[in-house]
């Protein structure tokens, strides 16, 4: 009966138990100090390179907002391509946000990588439907479309993103859980039973969102190439879902 051991022998039994787990899960030992620092050095270099790439796109920043009246940056919609980059630094903050911080921050990282890929592309997007809707649209009638409606259309992508991370939150928000595998001692980020279906949504907004952009590409690819960033869009599209889906 535990209420009538000693609170050293409590802890002695406890200690005992997880040794039975450690021995299980390690038959071989556990993994020395070697591969630690190996894991550890890799965590840093890649900290290192994410720090780098903030560093680069802030100083893209500076050149728009100094350059902001050349022909070619007003043409390029500046105020579009600073919502992307800031859009990336908050992706590469996931980086950060794992290498370090050692608390339970599953959320946070959720709510950095949704909403940093929503304001990445979406701004891209909706600069590509201006040239869709402008070269595409079958009408003798003189139009344009304004930064304010683009503005509209990122700004209803992200609304629905972040209704989608506040349910997720409040419903049931990740929590890291210890897995015990063969090599090491990982964390995984779960809901529970709900994992599974918050993912999904998670995901497959992602994916609509790129399609969309990729469909707006390909109707846009025989416009006059000075207005037309179809094969660029497409290829750095395919290449960052790629990499931070990987």
């Not at 840093?44 to 070619?72: E, W």
């Not at 579009?80 to 290498?99: D, H, K, M, Q, T």
């Not at 939150?169 to 980020?189: A, H």
Request: glycine letters at 4%; hydrophobic letters at 50%.
């Amino acid at each position: 009966n535990i209420t009538n051991l000693s609170a050293k022998e409590v802890l002695d039994q406890i200690a005992a138990e997880e040794q039975r787990t450690i021995d299980a899960a390690y038959p071989l030992g556990p993994p020395g100090p070697e591969l630690r620092r190996a894991s550890e050095s890799a965590s840093y270099v890649f900290i290192v390179l994410t720090l780098l790439s903030m560093i680069g796109m802030a100083a893209i920043i500076a050149m728009l907002i100094i350059k902001r009246n050349h022909i070619q940056i007003k043409a390029s919609s500046p105020l579009f391509s600073l919502i992307s980059i800031f859009g990336a630094l908050l992706l590469l903050s996931v980086n950060l946000i794992r290498g370090f911080t050692a608390d339970d921050n599953c959320m946070l990282e959720v709510w950095f990588f949704g909403v940093g890929f929503i304001l990445l592309f979406s701004p891209i997007f909706a600069k590509i439907y201006r040239i869709h809707k402008i070269f595409n649209t079958m009408t003798l009638e003189k139009f344009s479309v304004s930064n304010l409606e683009l503005l509209q259309i990122v700004t209803i992508t992200l609304g629905l993103e972040i209704i989608l991370l506040i349910v997720w939150s409040i419903v049931r928000p990740l929590t890291k859980e210890r897995r015990v595998t063969l090599t090491d001692f990982t964390y995984i980020c779960s809901s529970g039973t709900l994992s599974p279906a918050f993912w999904s949504i998670f995901i497959i907004y992602k994916a609509v969102v790129i399609c969309s952009g990729v469909y707006l590409s390909i109707a846009t690819r025989k416009v006059y190439k000075l207005y037309n960033e179809s094969l660029n869009t497409v290829l750095a599209v395919s290449f960052n879902f790629c990499f931070f889906f990987q």
